[in-house]
C-alpha cells in the first residue's frame, strides 16, 4: 500500500468543516519514506455541522511530498489565528484524549475567521501573565508552555525555563519551588554540580584535548574542569527535574555539558549536548 493509502486508513471517510484556533506554525514533519506529515495543534475547535464548541487540544495533519520542489509545509498556519478547514476525524485507539482528538486535513477553506467564541479565547490566549518575585520576572509562553526569565547564578546572568503546571497552563508553582531551592543554596548545588560532572567528564575531556592536537595543551584536572565550567540555562520540568546547561569552555570544542536532576536533588547523569 502507499503511504498516501496507509494515512488515510487512519481516518473516517465522512469530510466535514471545522474551525480552529491554531495554537502555533507548523514547525517540523515527520519522514514516511518519499513523504513529510506536517501537523499543527490546535486549542480550541468548532464542528460546523452542529455548531458545537470544544476546548480541547487537538491537531490536524496532512501529507505532502518530500522533493526539492516543495515549498513549506504545503499549509501556512499563524499562531492563534482562526482557520476553516475541511477534515476526517481519527478513528478512535486505545490512546490519549489529544491523539484521538486528532484530523486529516482535506483543505484550508478560510482564514481569519470571524467567530466570537475563538475570537474571545484567542483574547484570553493573548494577555500578558507573569510571575514576579525575589527571583525576577518570569513571562509565560504559551508556544511552549513554560515561564522564562533570567537568574543570577553566582554572578551570571542565566536563562530559567519553568514548566507550567499543566499544559497551557497559568502556573508553574512546582517548578518555582524547586529553583528557588537551588537558588537559595546555590553555592553548596553549583559545586556539586560541577563536583559530578568533574567525576564523569574530565578523562573524556582530555581525550578531545589529545585529538585536537593542540601543541603544550595543559592536562584538565577535575579541579580545572569544574572552573572552566560556565552556568548558560537551566530548565525545571512540571515535575520538578532539572537540566542544568554549562558552557564547555571549549573542552568538548564548543558543546554542553548537560547535567539531569531529580527533583529531591539527586543527581542523574552529565553529559556533553549540542
Known amino acids: 500500500m502507499s503511504v498516501q493509502t496507509d494515512f488515510e486508513k487512519e481516518f473516517e471517510t465522512e469530510e466535514y468543516e471545522m474551525l480552529i484556533l491554531v495554537q502555533s506554525p507548523c514547525k517540523g514533519a515527520a519522514n514516511i519514506k ?9 486549542l480550541a475547535s468548532i464542528d460546523l ?16 511530498k518530500n522533493d ?9 498556519f499563524e499562531q492563534f489565528g482562526i482557520y476553516r478547514v475541511t477534515v476526517r476525524k481519527c478513528i478512535p485507539q486505545n490512546q490519549t484524549q489529544y491523539m ?3 484530523y486529516m486535513l482535506i483543505n484550508v477553506l478560510e482564514e481569519n475567521v470571524s467567530n466570537e467564541k475563538l475570537e474571545a479565547l484567542k483574547e484570553y490566549y493573548l494577555q500578558p501573565i ?16 513554560w515561564f522564562e526569565g533570567i537568574v543570577n547564578w553566582n554572578g551570571v546572568e542565566v536563562n530559567a525555563y519553568l514548566e507550567t503546571d499543566e499544559e ?20 553548596e548545588y553549583d559545586t556539586k554540580y ?21 601543541i603544550d595543551a595543559e592536562e584538565i584536572t577535575k579541579e580545572i574542569f569544574m572552573k572552566r565550567m560556565e552556568m548558560s540555562e537551566i530548565t525545571v520540568s512540571f515535575d520538578g527535574n532539572l537540566s542544568l546547561f554549562y558552557n564547555d569552555d571549549d ?19 552529565a553529559n556533553i549536548a549540542g
Open 251 to 269: 573542552m568538548f570544542w564548543g558543546h554542553t555539558i548537560e547535567i539531569e536532576v531529580k527533583p529531591n536533588g539527586e543527581i542523574i547523569s
Open 34 to 42: 518519499d513523504m513529510l506529515k506536517p501537523f499543527v495543534d490546535f
Open 49 to 64: 455541522r452542529t455548531g458545537q464548541f470544544f476546548h480541547e487540544k487537538g491537531r490536524v495533519e496532512w501529507l505532502i
Open 68 to 76: 526539492n520542489k516543495r515549498k513549506g509545509w504545503g499549509y501556512k
Open 194 to 214: 560541577r563536583e559530578f560532572a568533574a567525576q564523569e567528564l574530565t578523562e573524556l575531556a582530555n581525550e578531545w584535548m589529545d585529538a585536537s592536537d593542540e
Open 168 to 187: 497551557d497552563g497559568n502556573t508553574a508553582k512546582q517548578a518555582m519551588k524547586v529553583l528557588k531551592k537551588v537558588v537559595d543554596n546555590l553555592v
Open 130 to 145: 507573569s510571575i514576579e518575585n525575589e527571583l525576577g520576572s518570569f513571562v509565560l509562553d504559551r508556544e511552549f508552555s
Open 100 to 102: 484521538n482528538n486528532r
